[in-house]
């Protein structure tokens, strides 16, 4: 054990045990100038206490298992270095605004099904035969959605809306974000498919804008200005539809 | 085996960081606007009756009060302005093929600039 | 958008450019601003101003109370607040149409 130490809090919350009462659990960790609360994690897992439960993967940033709220702000813990919080202790606890299974483990079936609800694949009224080759793209038309196609699933968005907080149906950032990255994809002939549920009151019209969704962001994705956008989309579409009825796409 | 544990919702959650204060309180910008243009269809009102009532209004735009009141406005209305136009390039990414224009551009160009003129021509209109 | 275009130089024409920097009292400068007031694109330009600017305040300031705990009655809170702003608007026209 090095002489730097480094205090972990991490939220325990055992439904095995009676009463379940979430609490705080204080681990003295080694403290390494290259360790991240990830390594602090798996550190107690292997020595501290081997009950303690969380997910992770890739440990790089890619794959969007190991979302946390770190101190207060949601975070990826293998991308959060503890000498950012060192020497003060570190607060771990699940990801903000869902239901917590156990320990640090939270609750996805929610957002699985609303990430269903918005199609989140190429939807096309005609499919080509593949001996016609290959949908081509150019590099604009790439560029006009590639950025929203960046998401891993880390759900940190969902943890800083406030709004995923106040209505549990709200379809929430990622989510429509994905929604957007299609109906952008010049591939995909979906759009009419999709308004429902983005044009709903649970789609992109319970978003007021704070913004926080893009601030945490580990991949820039920018679902705030994702969803902006399908509001406009989403306005023009009900206008169209209302003045235009006929010769709907 | 108990469920899932479901953490509630505090009821001041807009108080607890400062990215969620700086909201609400751009969000209540919204109230002194709307404050602003119910005392604009007021000041309509007196100028479209005559020059006697619109005197009286002017006079008492000059009071302690008024000046507060139109300062907290001023206030309100400049840094609604400022955030819109913060959050312009966001909602209006301009793309040209496959390059994207610098937010600070379409912030200025969209937002700032046009802000700039028309306040321009208000003010040259109000001072003849 | 058109509020925050309009709305804070109109806040500095009438608060400080008409009762400080001009002389409102005088039977000429009421006079002068009733005349410009008359002036048709003027008058359809104020009242798209008041008409686009309450109906946003409107939306906004329906989002906050619901966001501030208001979430009782969701229904009564948007006629609350859309009818504010179409009240608001028929006045503004009203009053233009007869200045």
């Known amino acids: ?249 | 085996m108990s469920g899932p544990y479901r953490p509630s919702m505090p009821a001041a959650w807009y108080l607890r960081t400062q990215p969620y204060r700086v909201f609400m309180l751009r969000e209540l910008t919204s109230v002194f606007i709307a404050g602003y243009l119910v005392f604009l269809i007021v000041l309509l009102v007196r100028l479209g009756q005559g020059y006697e009532q619109y005197a009286a209004m002017m006079e008492s735009l000059r009071s302690p009060l008024a000046v507060i009141a139109h300062g907290l406005a001023l206030a309100a209305a400049v840094f609604h302005s400022i955030t819109w136009f913060n959050l312009t390039p966001q909602v209006m990414p301009i793309r040209i093929g496959e390059e994207q224009v610098p937010g600070a551009v379409v912030a200025i160009g969209a937002g700032y600039l046009p802000w700039l003129i028309v306040s321009g021509v208000i003010l040259w209109g109000v001072m003849r | 958008m058109v509020a925050a275009l309009v709305v804070p130089a109109l806040v500095v024409a009438t608060g400080l450019v008409l009762p400080w920097l001009t002389e409102p009292q005088t039977q000429a400068s009421y006079d002068k601003l009733h005349a410009a007031v008359t002036w048709w694109p003027l008058r359809a330009a104020l009242f798209v101003v008041v008409f686009l600017s309450l109906f946003h305040c409107a939306h906004r300031i329906r989002h906050v109370l619901a966001d501030l705990g208001l979430k009782g009655a969701p229904r009564l809170l948007a006629v609350l607040c859309y009818g504010a702003a179409l009240a608001g608007t028929v006045v503004a026209g009203m009053v233009l149409v007869r200045m």
């Open chain 1, 1 to 249: 054990m090095p002489d730097e130490t480094i205090t972990l809090e991490v939220f325990r919350y055992r439904p095995d045990e009676a009463p379940a009462e979430p609490a705080f659990d204080s681990y003295e960790v080694p403290y390494h100038e290259h360790w991240v609360v990830l390594d602090g994690l798996n550190w107690i897992k292997d020595n501290a206490d081997g009950t303690l439960s969380f997910r992770w993967s890739c440990r790089m940033g890619v794959c969007g298992s190991c979302g946390v709220m770190i101190n207060g702000e949601p975070k990826l813990s293998c991308a959060s270095f503890l000498k950012e919080y060192y020497p003060k202790a570190v607060r771990v606890e699940p990801l903000a605004y869902f239901p917590v299974d156990r320990d640090l483990v939270i609750n996805l079936e929610g957002f699985l099904a609303k990430l269903r609800s918005v199609k989140p694949w190429i939807i096309r009224d005609d499919v080509d035969s593949t001996d016609d080759g290959e949908y081509r793209q150019s590099p604009a038309q790439l560029a006009a959605y590639k950025q929203h196609s960046m998401c891993i699933n880390c759900l940190l968005c969902y943890s800083a809306c406030p709004v995923v907080g106040n209505e549990p149906d709200f379809i929430g950032p990622a989510a429509l974000a994905l929604a957007q990255r299609y109906n952008l994809d010049s591939r995909d002939q979906g759009n009419a498919e999709r308004q429902p549920a983005l044009g709903s009151q649970d789609g992109v019209w319970d978003c007021t804008f704070v913004g926080e969704c893009t601030e945490v962001c580990p991949k820039n994705v920018d679902p705030a200005g994702a969803i902006q956008r399908a509001k406009v989309s989403s306005m023009l579409n009900w206008y169209k539809k209302m003045l235009l009825p006929w010769g709907q796409r």
